[in-house]
């Protein structure tokens, strides 16, 4: 089975505070997505990256920046956390074409 | 912005019946996915429709697409309260290997 795991389920921080998101996907996967969802918005994009070492803007990629030194992980960084970063975080892969799979999300808050 | 529309926002029915959620979305695309979300959790893969298909099924869901009208319905028959979950449709657009996601329906079957 397809896995795509994040390294936290829930995380609490302060604001200002260097944030760190990791996700790490074992099917060989070329892109790899970062998104953020909230109430009545949807899923929104903020990065992806399709080889490694590559990274494009998604729709709201303000204050966030990404890393992606392997195929199997996709990096978010918030560089200085605010409020309104508080969210539901959610990564997933895929081939150049195809389905999306997705990790269990990180519900983060900012206090 | 790119994201899909679904209808209805929200679907209430009795176990049994039929739900049926639209997806209305707006560039050319390559393939449409209709994703299942349970509460605080990732997203999980349903089923994948291509540009040149018209309908598929796969178990109790059937799927159709409208190229002309750029929409697609996703129809779970004989619903079970298990199914109770959002619902969102995601479309693959020929111009690049993204995804974009509509804002979801949420359905909840009565038992």
């Known amino acids: 089975d397809v896995k795509v795991t994040q390294s936290s389920r829930y995380l609490v921080k302060r604001t200002g505070e260097k944030v760190f998101l990791e996700c790490v996907q074992d099917?060989?996967?070329?892109?790899m997505f970062w998104y953020r969802q909230d109430p009545g918005l949807g899923l929104r994009l903020i990065y992806f990256?399709?080889?490694?070492?590559?990274?494009e803007k998604g729709d709201i990629p303000e204050g966030y920046s990404v890393s992606r030194e392997k195929k199997e992980r996709f990096s978010l960084i918030l560089e200085s956390a605010s409020t309104n970063q508080t969210s539901m975080y959610l990564c997933?892969?895929?081939?150049?074409?195809?389905?999306?799979?997705f990790g269990q999300g990180t519900r983060l808050t900012v206090v | 912005s790119q994201q899909g529309e679904e209808d209805p926002q929200a679907l209430s029915i009795q176990e049994g019946e039929n739900a049926t959620m639209n997806c209305s979305y707006k560039?050319?695309?390559?393939?449409l996915q209709w994703y299942r979300q349970n509460s605080g959790r990732g997203l999980v893969h349903l089923i994948l429709?291509?540009?040149?298909?018209r309908e598929k099924h796969s178990g109790r869901l059937r799927v159709t697409l409208d190229t002309s009208k750029k929409s697609s319905s996703l129809l779970i028959t004989a619903s079970r309260a298990a199914d109770t979950a959002s619902y969102f449709c995601?479309?693959?657009?020929?111009?690049?290997?993204?995804?974009?996601f509509g804002t979801g329906t949420s359905l909840t079957v009565i038992p």
């Open positions: 429709i291509r540009s040149n298909e």
């Open positions: 997933a892969s895929s081939f150049l074409t195809g389905a999306a799979f």
């Open positions: 995601a479309t693959e657009p020929n111009t690049g290997n993204q995804f974009y």
């Open positions: 560039t050319s695309i390559n393939n």
């Open positions: 990256s399709y080889d490694v070492k590559m990274k």
């Open positions: 099917m060989d996967h070329e892109n």
